[in-house]
Structure formats: C-alpha cells, structure tokens
C-alpha cells in the first residue's frame, strides 16, 4: 500500500536556526497538508497546498513559515528561524480524493 | 466548520464491541462525518467517512441518525491494538482543499 513518508524522523536544532521538514506524498495525490502536533496538544493545521500554490493557511503559518513542491514528488516544510515554541510533531498528509493519508511524523525539538 | 463534542476517554476490554459517539449539532447541510485514528507518535489514520444512515468498511461502521446532529462510531471485537485516541470531524470532505480540524479526540483504552 502507498504511503507517505517523512525525514527525519527526529530533528533538534538551536533557536534561531532554519530547518527543513521533508515529505515525500503519495504519487498521484493532488493535495497536500502540513499540520502540527505539540505534545499532549491538538492536531493542528498548518497549510494546505493545491496546483503549486497554497490555497490555505493558519494563523500559525507566518512569515517565518514557507512550503516548496521543487520537483514534483517532494514537499518541504521550511521554519527561517525557529523558536521554543515550534517544537512539535509535524506531519505532511497529501489525497487525492476526500481520504487524508498522513505520514509518520518529523518530531522537532528546538533547544 | 461544525464544531464536535465527544468524550475525553473510554475503557473497555478485549473482544467486546465499542461504541464512540460524537455530537454535532450545528452540522451543515454539505457536511460530511469523518472519523480518524491516532497511535502515539503516529500521524492520524482515516477509519472511515459518511453522510446519513449507515456506513461499514473492513474495520468499523459509522451510525448516522436522520438529524445528522450526532454520530457513533462502532468498532467490533477490539483488541489491545486498537487503543488510540479516536476523531470525530465535521467539514465539507468531499471537495475542495478542505483541512481538517481536529478536535481532542477520544482516549479509548482496551484492557486485557
């Protein structure tokens, strides 16, 4: 069965640094989603991705905050410059029709 | 987006059938009813989706009654694997970019 994958799989960096989030969705998905899980917190929605463009963001997803599809098959996550408080789960989900499949997770620690 | 009512956690025992309900009185009209699965440290995994009336797939049924305004999720025979927080969402799954809210979900525990 397809999935969606993920790297890393674990990801600790000093505040203040940029890091990158990689997911590799499903291959004839259409859409594709960034959310974001604190610890013990909600799921939460970060962008959605449709056409090489976003079609929707949260309040969470600022400026610091950006996606990429660079060559058809992966879709990056970017954080400029990280903060305590983007430490989370972060998972990529991509579909096709109304099913969201997500990947397992990047767990980002930032120190 | 319609917004969920469901119980923080559940316990129940090998074997017995589980039945999760979920409230959603403000639900539209194009809304449809969207249960998820989370492990921990696992990303959500879609259990199954529907409208009005019944739904079954492999692995559960989704009981809808006529005013839409709550469901149950039913998973027969659970086992020890099935111990995972369990969503109920509400939105418009059939169309468009749709995010999905998540709610806290439902902390169901299977115990030997």
């Known amino acids: 069965e397809p999935e969606v994958t993920q790297t890393p799989s674990h990801q600790v960096t000093q505040m203040g640094q940029e890091v990158i989030l990689r997911c590799v969705p499903i291959?004839?998905?259409?859409?594709f989603y960034w959310y974001r899980q604190i610890l013990g917190q909600k799921v939460e929605f970060l962008v959605s991705?449709?056409?090489?463009?976003?079609?929707?963001k949260s309040e969470i997803f600022d400026d610091q905050f950006s996606v990429e599809r660079p060559d058809g098959s992966n879709f990056t996550l970017k954080i400029r410059s990280t903060k305590l408080e983007d430490s989370a789960m972060y998972f990529c989900?991509?579909?096709?029709?109304?099913?969201?499949?997500f990947g397992p997770g990047t767990r980002l620690t930032v120190t | 987006l319609a917004k969920t009512t469901q119980p923080i956690s559940m316990d129940s025992y090998e074997g017995q059938e589980v039945n999760i309900t979920c409230s959603h009185n403000?639900?539209?009209?194009?809304?449809?009813i969207t249960w998820y699965q989370q492990f921990p440290s696992q990303g959500p995994r879609f259990i199954i989706q529907?409208?009005?009336t019944k739904v079954t797939n492999e692995v559960a049924s989704l009981f809808i009654p006529a005013d839409r305004k709550s469901s149950t999720l039913s998973l027969p025979r659970v086992s020890l694997s099935d111990t995972a927080v369990y969503y109920c969402?509400?939105?418009?799954?059939?169309?468009?970019?749709?995010?999905?809210?998540f709610g806290k979900g439902m902390k169901l525990t299977v115990n030997p």
């Open positions: 969402l509400v939105g418009d799954g059939q169309g468009g970019s749709e995010k999905l809210v």
């Open positions: 991705f449709y056409n090489n463009e976003i079609s929707e």
């Open positions: 291959s004839n998905h259409l859409y």
């Open positions: 529907g409208y009005k």
């Open positions: 403000n639900i539209a009209t194009n809304d449809y």
């Open positions: 989900a991509s579909r096709r029709s109304y099913e969201q499949y």
